[in-house]
């Protein structure tokens, strides 16, 4: 090999390597995360983010004579991919207060009194044609929904009750129905966390999270 190529191959290891470093620091500080692209191909669990089950979101309005209505855009909704609606891909439901208040906001009917958000989920496999379907698992597409309240809100879009998505929810409720993990849960302090804030621990005399 010439004295170029090893000078090559050098840079570009000691390059890869320096990147794949920061990548790893950046994670564990939680630094600029979100802020560049690139960033996605030096995280360890690449597909985090995928789970088994299938979701969508239900927005239910009830209004002061008790009647529900289901919350929709007048105009249509937009498929950003394929035949999923762009509402059902903000699972954190971060900007679901400002779709609720935009949409009753174009439209008329009676005084809101609240607005229902249901989370409705089901194991992927169910979204096979019925022919794979039955071909593979050998036995009829009896798909199963969960339904699970994930908020309460106002007509203009305010938070009233939040609670935690169902797989969350799901994870509390097994610590909760186990009398040993639950006595652990309450006595355990975690060792390392980088949402820790030691200032605000010092003036509430707790752990509290930003």
């Known amino acids: ?24 620091m950046a994670h564990a ?38 009647q529900f209505l289901e919350v929709r855009e007048p105009w249509g909704e937009f498929h950003p991919y394929g ?13 679901l207060p400002k779709h609720i208040d ?13 607005v229902y958000v249901v989370e409705e989920v089901w194991p992927k496999q169910y979204n096979l044609p019925p022919r794979l379907f039955q071909e593979y698992f050998s036995r009829p597409n009896d798909k199963l929904s969960y339904f699970h309240v994930r ?9 009233m009750s939040l ?7 799901q994870r509390l409720n097994a610590v909760y129905d186990n009398p040993r993990l639950r006595r652990q849960s309450s006595n355990a302090t975690g060792l390392y966390s980088t949402l820790y804030s ?10 509290t999270t930003n």
């Not at 949409?103 to 609240?114: A, E, G, K, N, P």
Request: negative net charge; hydrophobic residues 40%.
């Open 29 to 66: 500080l939680k630094v600029g995360l979100c802020g560049n692209t690139l960033s996605y191909f030096v995280v360890w669990d690449m597909f985090c983010g995928w789970t088994a089950w299938d979701s969508r979101t239900h927005i239910i309005a009830q209004d002061s004579s008790g």
């Open 151 to 159: 908020g309460i809100f106002s007509e203009d879009g305010l938070a």
């Open 1 to 24: 090999m010439s004295g170029w190529k090893k000078v090559g191959v050098s840079a570009f290891i000691a390059v890869y390597v320096s990147y794949l470093s920061w990548g790893v």
């Open 198 to 207: 030691p200032r605000q621990s010092q003036s509430s005399g707790s752990l």
């Open 102 to 114: 935009h949409v009753l906001d174009h439209t008329v009917h009676d005084s809101i009194d609240r």
């Open 83 to 95: 035949h999923v609606a762009r509402i059902h891909y903000d699972n954190t439901n971060h900007l």
């Open 163 to 169: 609670n935690p998505d169902w797989h969350d929810t």
